[in-house]
Each structure stands twice: as C-alpha cells, then as structure tokens.
C-alpha cells in the first residue's frame, strides 16, 4: 500500500517566516494591535537606553508575547521562553528573538495598572468598531484561587485554637521532661527540648500573628499573599481566593469592565458601574444583577449615577415566625409617599414620629430608618396574625434608601424577561476563561497584581470573541482605521513614569563569553 513519504530533513528550503503565517492567522492581529498602541501613554515602563552593557528588549515584544500567551493557554513565563524557541508562530510575532524567562516574567509584574490601561483602551476600540452596544450590561463576579493555601490564612479563633493546643502539648512534654530527667536519659531529654523549642516558635508566630489581627481590625490575615482573603465558593466550601467582577455587554457578550476586589459581591456594585461608565465614557445604562448585590446603598448610588438597576430581589426572611403569617409579611403593607404611612393588610394606617435611628450593619455601614406604628393594633382581632409582640403591636421599619430599592423592585418585576438574560451573558465567559481555559487560579501576589493579570486575561476573550464575530481581515482593517485616545489620567502615569526614569531587572539579560 502506498503512503504519503515525509520530506528528506537534509534538504535545504528557502522560506520566510512570513510565507508560513496564514493571512488570517491571529497572531497578526496581535502584532498589529500592539504596533498601534503607544506604550508610554498607557503607563508601561519602558526600557531605557544604557551606554554600557548588553541592549534590552522593547516593551512592545513583552506584551506581543503575553497576548499571544494567554491566548494560547501558556501564562508561564518559562513556557513562554521555550515557545519563543520552537514556535513558529511566535518566532515571527518576536522577530526571532528569544528573551529569558526572568525577562517575560517581569514584565507583567512591574506593569499591572499598564495591562489595565491596555484592556480599558481595547474596550474602547471594540465600543468604536460598533460591537458594543452599551445599553444592557450585566454584572457577576467569579472566585479564582489565591498563592495562599488556607493553612497559612489564620482569624482569631483559629489562632485561639493553635495556641491552646500549643499550650496542652507543652504541658505534656514538660511532664515527659520531668520523667525523663529522673532516668538520666540524654537522648530522649533532648529530643522533648526540641519539641519544645518548636512549639516556643511557633507560639511566637501566633502571637505576633494575634497582634496584627487586634491591631488592624481585619478579620483574617493570610500570610504567603496579605491581599488575599477566604471567601464562599459556593454551599460550605470556602477556598482563599479573590473576587473578579466582570461587567458585559449584552449585544455580543464582550467585557467592557473588570475588577478583581478580596471581598464578597453585596459591596461591589457601584465600583463596577463606574468603571463601566469611565471604560464605555458614558452615562447611562441599564445593569443586571443577581440577588448577591442586592445591597440597598450600592443600589441607591448606583441609580444616583445615572444607571437604571435590575437586581434581583432577596428573598423575605420571617424574623417573627410565631405570630407573623404569609399575609402579613412586610411587602403586604401598603406605603403612602405624600403621607409618609404604611396601610396595613386590615386597613389601619401606621405613621411615623419622624425620628431617625442608626442600625449598624458591620463595621464600615451604617444606615438611617424611620419606625411607624398604630394604636390600633391594641384591639386589631387579627393581631395573632401580624405579629408576636404581646405589649405593643406591628412595628414597620423603613430605611433611607427604601425609594431606590422600591424603584429596583418595581423594575425587577416589571422586565423579569430582561433580568432572565443575565445568565446568558455572564455565565459563558467564566466557564470559557474556568474551565475550557484552566484559568481558576493566580500565581502572582497582591491586589494590584492580581488586577492585572485578569485585565489581560479579559482582554484576550475579548480580542479572540471578537475576532469570532468580524474575522481578521475585517478587524484588521477596523484596526487600521482607529485613532486611539489616550485619558489624561494615563498620560499623568506617562509623565511620572519619565520623571522616575527607572531601569527595571526586566532590562537584563545574561552577558554572553567572548
């Protein structure tokens, strides 16, 4: 039978790079992307000229070669530096060049708030190459694990629990030392005395551990990354993690705001449509959300910023399962805005003194409510019914962001069908960034880095759905047309950058021997 022979690997061929890199291949897309941009105006150190010692790489090729990293799976700055040899695709994206993996990897961490830039600009250009639509956006955040295994993330009953446990072990070794020393035994005395001395450091650790937490405040401490918090995966499961939001556009689910915070989602609304409303340069939008961001405060500012909310709604908790039923459960009660009442299900009016009183929910929130009762609740015969307190009757709280949640409710229920399309255009793009790309976790350090990296890892979804939608050529020439426009916010960054003129360890390569 005869079959396909393969070519004689002595024969000689004259090809380019340029001849094996398929027109509508995407790495030409990256090449022309960062040719566009000017690297200086977004923030990125750059390299600097030296008159001694070996010339550095341009930034340009940094970045060329992260893109084309992520977007091709290989975040690791050592696999990165082996593709620059072997890749073909990437031998013609570098020009042949082939820096060290130190090199690669110091790049993306002395550049995070660069990458931000860099994402918040491709945003703009998406917006310009009219595949935003800007309308509807919708809002979810996706838990990716921190450098920090939840044996070295400690809160003070944790610490309690060391150190009490420090405690009875040394109570135990010094009672073997006793035994010990009446036998003369050297060998097992010394032995109880390191144990010992391992506890005595270990007790030190918690201790200053214990101070740190009394002093700051913070609930947790995590000492491998500091920035980095435990929080709720989903039911029970809890890993130390960070928090990335993502802000999407409905009309071809494409980013268009991203932010990685150490916190859970009730307090990230409003940061979010900002960042929306700064990327996109526009006011007003419609946002989904689901019931994790049904904070009323978040909600009010958020309305108060120009932006129409559609989050949805918490469900009811019967604080007073003994003598409050389903008919009477606070949304049953009819509020009077030009009177200031509540009208109950029985028809009786609850009316307010007018005084304000402070709830504190945790530490940084506070709100303000207005209670409003009857007299008549004394001799209501369906007071069973409404409430359980004995002396007194119904007690209706109303807080000051009551308006704004009213208004969200009303919204909620009235375009449900509009809400139901959340899913659709948060939930494809963590499973894609998740679970088709491997991308649940970070390798690098602090907020501010972390940050980074999801800018960059967003940016290339965006960069390989839109390339999805429109095809190279078409996006290239899109590409060509664009005049990009720099914030002054990033200029000030320039600017400062020029001032500081630092030479970074990313310039250094290794000398070669003579």
Known sequence: MQHIIPKNRQQYEFVSHEDVIDPNNTVRFVDAFVEKLELDKLGFKLNTVKAEGRPSYQSTLF????????????????KLEKECVRNIELQW?????????HSIADFRKVNPDALRNTFKLFVLFLKEADLIGGNVIAIDGTKSRAHNSKKNNYNAKKIKRHLDYIEEKTTEYLAQLDAADATEKSEKINYIQEKIDRLKAHKIKYDLIAKQIEETGQAQVSTTDP?????????QVVEIAYNTQAAVDDKHNLVVATQTINHNDRNALFNAVKEVQSNLQQKEFTVLADKGYNNAREIENTQKAGVETIVALQEIVNSNAKGTTPAYLVTKFIYNKDEDTYTCPAGQILRTKGTWHTKKRNENFFYQFKKYRTPECKTCPVKNLCTGRVEGGREIERSQYAESSERNAANYKEQYALYRKRQEINEHIFGTIKRVWNYYYT????????????SLIMMVYNMKRSINILGIEDLLKKLDAWKPKY?????????????EAVIHILNFEPRIAA
């Open 93 to 101: 994206l570098c020009g042949s060049l082939k820096p060290n993996y």
């Open 63 to 78: 970045l060329k070669i992260y893109i084309y990293g992520y977007l091709n799976g290989l975040r690791s700055s050592r």
């Open 227 to 235: 920035d980095s918090r435990a929080l709720l995966i989903h039911g």
């Open 443 to 454: 390798n690098l350090k602090g907020l501010k880095k972390v940050n980074g990296e999801w």
């Open 487 to 499: 914030p002054k916010a990033w200029l000030n960054l320039f600017e400062m950058n020029k001032k």
